[in-house]
Protein backbone atom coordinates (compact mmCIF):
# COMPACT_ATOMS: atom_id res chain seq x y z
CA UNK A 1 0.00 0.00 0.00
CA UNK A 2 1.32 3.54 -0.81
CA UNK A 3 0.53 6.46 1.17
CA UNK A 4 0.87 10.45 0.13
CA UNK A 5 4.45 12.06 1.33
CA UNK A 6 4.92 8.46 3.66
CA UNK A 7 5.70 5.80 1.07
CA UNK A 8 4.79 2.22 0.81
CA UNK A 9 4.03 -0.75 3.09
CA UNK A 10 3.43 -3.68 3.16
CA UNK A 11 0.46 -4.84 5.45
CA UNK A 12 -0.51 -7.48 7.55
CA UNK A 13 -4.65 -7.47 7.47
CA UNK A 14 -6.58 -9.14 10.48
CA UNK A 15 -10.18 -7.90 9.01
CA UNK A 16 -11.59 -7.77 5.95
CA UNK A 17 -13.44 -4.79 4.77
CA UNK A 18 -14.63 -2.42 1.43
CA UNK A 19 -11.63 -0.10 0.29
CA UNK A 20 -14.38 1.75 -1.15
CA UNK A 21 -15.93 3.03 2.18
CA UNK A 22 -12.30 3.46 3.75
CA UNK A 23 -13.09 7.57 4.21
CA UNK A 24 -9.39 8.12 6.31
CA UNK A 25 -6.47 6.49 7.39
CA UNK A 26 -4.41 6.66 10.49
CA UNK A 27 -0.36 5.87 10.74
CA UNK A 28 1.14 4.96 14.46
CA UNK A 29 3.82 4.78 14.72
CA UNK A 30 5.26 3.24 18.63
CA UNK A 31 8.51 3.68 20.25
CA UNK A 32 9.00 0.08 19.55
CA UNK A 33 9.31 0.47 15.46
CA UNK A 34 5.95 -1.21 14.70
CA UNK A 35 3.89 0.89 12.23
CA UNK A 36 -0.40 0.49 12.34
CA UNK A 37 -2.48 1.62 9.91
CA UNK A 38 -5.85 2.19 10.93
CA UNK A 39 -8.59 2.38 8.53
CA UNK A 40 -11.61 3.74 9.27
CA UNK A 41 -14.32 2.70 7.47
CA UNK A 42 -17.90 4.29 6.55
CA UNK A 43 -20.23 1.69 6.72
CA UNK A 44 -23.94 1.95 5.92
CA UNK A 45 -27.09 2.80 8.74
CA UNK A 46 -28.35 -0.40 10.34
CA UNK A 47 -31.62 -1.02 11.70
CA UNK A 48 -30.76 -0.63 14.90
CA UNK A 49 -31.93 -4.36 17.55
CA UNK A 50 -34.50 -2.80 20.04
CA UNK A 51 -32.71 -3.63 23.05
CA UNK A 52 -33.96 -6.75 25.07
CA UNK A 53 -34.89 -6.33 28.61
CA UNK A 54 -32.59 -7.55 31.38
CA UNK A 55 -32.71 -10.53 32.79
CA UNK A 56 -29.35 -11.94 33.45
CA UNK A 57 -26.53 -9.57 35.66
CA UNK A 58 -23.10 -10.25 36.81
CA UNK A 59 -21.23 -8.78 39.67
CA UNK A 60 -17.47 -8.49 39.28
CA UNK A 61 -15.13 -7.62 42.55
CA UNK A 62 -11.89 -6.74 41.28
CA UNK A 63 -8.86 -7.69 43.60
CA UNK A 64 -4.84 -7.58 43.76
CA UNK A 65 -4.78 -11.64 44.23
CA UNK A 66 -7.66 -12.22 42.12
CA UNK A 67 -8.19 -10.24 39.46
CA UNK A 68 -11.67 -10.66 38.93
CA UNK A 69 -14.54 -12.34 41.19
CA UNK A 70 -17.72 -12.86 39.71
CA UNK A 71 -20.78 -13.46 41.33
CA UNK A 72 -21.38 -16.50 39.93
CA UNK A 73 -18.62 -18.20 41.70
CA UNK A 74 -16.03 -17.92 38.64
CA UNK A 75 -12.73 -16.46 39.23
CA UNK A 76 -10.20 -14.89 36.77
CA UNK A 77 -6.71 -15.38 38.65
CA UNK A 78 -4.23 -12.11 38.36
CA UNK A 79 -0.90 -12.95 36.02
CA UNK A 80 0.90 -9.93 37.32
CA UNK A 81 2.97 -9.35 34.33
CA UNK A 82 4.55 -6.51 35.63
CA UNK A 83 5.53 -8.10 38.45
CA UNK A 84 6.73 -11.10 36.41
CA UNK A 85 8.58 -9.17 33.82
CA UNK A 86 10.09 -6.47 36.66
CA UNK A 87 13.74 -8.25 36.25
CA UNK A 88 13.81 -8.30 32.35
CA UNK A 89 12.81 -4.61 32.21
CA UNK A 90 15.73 -3.48 35.31
CA UNK A 91 18.39 -5.29 32.90
CA UNK A 92 16.85 -3.55 29.84
CA UNK A 93 17.31 -0.15 31.48
CA UNK A 94 20.83 -0.49 32.91
CA UNK A 95 21.89 -1.48 29.34
CA UNK A 96 20.20 1.44 27.89
CA UNK A 97 21.88 3.87 30.58
CA UNK A 98 25.20 2.45 29.46
CA UNK A 99 24.63 3.59 25.95
CA UNK A 100 25.92 6.36 24.64
CA UNK A 101 23.02 8.86 24.11
CA UNK A 102 21.47 8.22 20.54
CA UNK A 103 24.24 6.52 19.38
CA UNK A 104 23.25 3.02 17.71
CA UNK A 105 23.40 0.83 20.23
CA UNK A 106 21.27 3.61 22.32
CA UNK A 107 18.54 3.39 19.91
CA UNK A 108 18.62 -0.62 19.89
CA UNK A 109 18.56 -0.95 23.75
CA UNK A 110 15.80 1.97 23.66
CA UNK A 111 13.59 -0.18 21.05
CA UNK A 112 14.20 -3.52 23.11
CA UNK A 113 13.05 -2.19 26.02
CA UNK A 114 9.69 -0.28 24.49
CA UNK A 115 9.22 -3.74 22.86
CA UNK A 116 9.03 -5.44 26.63
CA UNK A 117 6.43 -2.60 27.71
CA UNK A 118 4.62 -2.54 24.98
CA UNK A 119 4.08 -6.78 25.45
CA UNK A 120 2.96 -6.06 28.74
CA UNK A 121 0.35 -3.17 27.55
CA UNK A 122 -0.87 -5.71 24.83
CA UNK A 123 -1.37 -8.68 27.16
CA UNK A 124 -3.32 -7.02 29.32
CA UNK A 125 -5.45 -5.51 26.61
CA UNK A 126 -5.68 -9.06 24.95
CA UNK A 127 -6.91 -10.30 28.57
CA UNK A 128 -9.49 -7.56 29.33
CA UNK A 129 -11.20 -7.73 26.57
CA UNK A 130 -11.49 -11.56 25.93
CA UNK A 131 -13.02 -11.65 29.57
CA UNK A 132 -15.08 -8.60 28.82
CA UNK A 133 -16.27 -10.61 25.23
CA UNK A 134 -17.06 -13.91 27.43
CA UNK A 135 -18.97 -11.83 29.62
CA UNK A 136 -20.87 -9.15 27.49
CA UNK A 137 -22.19 -12.69 25.78
CA UNK A 138 -23.61 -14.28 28.88
CA UNK A 139 -24.83 -11.36 30.66
CA UNK A 140 -27.12 -8.54 30.31
CA UNK A 141 -26.32 -6.50 32.97
CA UNK A 142 -22.80 -5.93 34.22
CA UNK A 143 -22.39 -4.10 37.95
CA UNK A 144 -19.03 -2.88 39.15
CA UNK A 145 -17.81 -1.46 42.22
CA UNK A 146 -17.08 2.42 41.59
CA UNK A 147 -12.94 2.10 42.51
CA UNK A 148 -11.41 5.29 43.26
CA UNK A 149 -7.90 3.85 42.09
CA UNK A 150 -5.21 6.41 42.88
CA UNK A 151 -6.73 6.68 46.72
CA UNK A 152 -5.79 3.05 46.98
CA UNK A 153 -2.75 3.35 45.16
CA UNK A 154 -1.69 6.45 47.77
CA UNK A 155 -2.79 4.39 50.76
CA UNK A 156 -1.38 1.66 49.38
CA UNK A 157 1.62 0.77 53.02
CA UNK A 158 3.96 -1.30 51.13
CA UNK A 159 5.99 -0.83 47.96
CA UNK A 160 5.10 -4.47 47.00
CA UNK A 161 1.05 -3.76 47.16
CA UNK A 162 1.38 -0.28 45.62
CA UNK A 163 3.26 -2.12 42.61
CA UNK A 164 0.65 -4.92 42.42
CA UNK A 165 -1.99 -2.42 42.39
CA UNK A 166 -0.34 -0.79 38.85
CA UNK A 167 -0.25 -3.85 37.76
CA UNK A 168 -3.71 -4.74 37.93
CA UNK A 169 -4.83 -2.08 36.11
CA UNK A 170 -8.20 -2.02 37.45
CA UNK A 171 -9.26 1.61 35.64
CA UNK A 172 -8.39 0.03 32.34
CA UNK A 173 -10.38 -3.12 33.29
CA UNK A 174 -13.24 -1.29 34.05
CA UNK A 175 -12.97 1.01 30.69
CA UNK A 176 -13.02 -2.33 28.48
CA UNK A 177 -15.70 -4.50 30.16
CA UNK A 178 -17.64 -1.32 30.11
CA UNK A 179 -17.24 -0.95 26.37
CA UNK A 180 -17.58 -4.61 25.62
CA UNK A 181 -21.26 -4.15 27.11
CA UNK A 182 -22.30 -0.87 26.01
CA UNK A 183 -20.88 -1.85 22.30
CA UNK A 184 -23.86 -4.97 22.26
CA UNK A 185 -26.74 -2.31 24.07
CA UNK A 186 -26.22 -3.84 27.67
CA UNK A 187 -26.23 -2.45 31.29
CA UNK A 188 -23.34 -1.26 32.72
CA UNK A 189 -24.00 -0.10 36.72
CA UNK A 190 -21.49 1.55 38.84
CA UNK A 191 -21.99 0.89 42.92
CA UNK A 192 -20.90 2.61 45.83
CA UNK A 193 -17.49 -0.13 47.18
CA UNK A 194 -17.67 1.54 50.06
CA UNK A 195 -17.37 -1.49 52.29
CA UNK A 196 -18.11 -4.18 49.64
CA UNK A 197 -15.85 -6.19 51.13
CA UNK A 198 -17.22 -6.19 55.12
CA UNK A 199 -20.88 -6.14 54.55
CA UNK A 200 -22.52 -9.33 54.79
CA UNK A 201 -24.42 -10.54 51.89
CA UNK A 202 -27.24 -11.97 53.57
CA UNK A 203 -28.25 -10.10 56.35
CA UNK A 204 -26.40 -6.54 55.26
CA UNK A 205 -24.28 -6.36 58.65
CA UNK A 206 -20.60 -4.92 58.56
CA UNK A 207 -18.00 -7.10 59.91
CA UNK A 208 -15.56 -4.20 61.12
CA UNK A 209 -13.07 -7.02 62.18
CA UNK A 210 -12.17 -8.43 58.93
CA UNK A 211 -8.74 -7.45 57.81
CA UNK A 212 -7.04 -7.70 54.32
CA UNK A 213 -5.53 -10.91 55.73
CA UNK A 214 -8.78 -12.97 55.98
CA UNK A 215 -9.69 -14.65 52.76
CA UNK A 216 -13.01 -16.35 54.36
CA UNK A 217 -15.92 -13.53 55.88
CA UNK A 218 -17.96 -14.84 58.45
CA UNK A 219 -20.70 -12.88 59.75
CA UNK A 220 -20.36 -12.44 63.06
CA UNK A 221 -24.36 -11.30 63.37
CA UNK A 222 -26.26 -14.28 61.24
CA UNK A 223 -23.25 -16.90 60.71
CA UNK A 224 -23.28 -16.77 57.47
CA UNK A 225 -19.68 -17.92 55.89
CA UNK A 226 -18.27 -17.41 52.38
CA UNK A 227 -15.12 -16.29 50.04
CA UNK A 228 -14.73 -12.87 50.49
CA UNK A 229 -13.90 -12.05 47.14
CA UNK A 230 -17.08 -13.69 46.04
CA UNK A 231 -18.77 -12.46 49.03
CA UNK A 232 -18.26 -8.90 48.01
CA UNK A 233 -19.12 -10.01 44.15
CA UNK A 234 -22.65 -10.39 46.01
CA UNK A 235 -23.19 -7.21 47.74
CA UNK A 236 -22.43 -5.42 44.71
CA UNK A 237 -25.40 -7.33 42.92
CA UNK A 238 -27.03 -6.87 45.85
CA UNK A 239 -26.46 -2.94 45.62
CA UNK A 240 -27.84 -2.40 42.00
CA UNK A 241 -30.89 -4.43 42.84
CA UNK A 242 -30.11 -7.83 41.42
CA UNK A 243 -30.11 -10.88 44.02
CA UNK A 244 -29.34 -14.46 42.47
CA UNK A 245 -31.33 -17.27 43.29
CA UNK A 246 -31.00 -18.84 46.19
CA UNK A 247 -30.21 -22.30 44.24
CA UNK A 248 -26.80 -20.67 42.98
CA UNK A 249 -24.42 -23.13 43.53
CA UNK A 250 -22.05 -20.58 44.89
CA UNK A 251 -24.59 -20.24 47.99
Known amino acids: MQLSKIGFFTLIIHRDFPLERVSRVRVKLYPSGKIYLVFLVVEP ?35 RPLERSLERIRVLQRNLSRKRFLSKNWLKAKRKLAKEHEYLKDFRRDLFFKLGAL ?88 GFTLDRDLNASLVLLKRAGWVPPFQCACL
Open 135 to 222: LAQEYDVLVLEDLDVQGLIQRGEAKRRRMRLYDSSFSEIRRILEWEFRKRGRVVLAVPAFNSSRECFLCGEINRGLTLEDRVFHCPHC
Open 45 to 79: EAQKEQPREPRRAVGVDLGIGRLATLSDGRILGNP
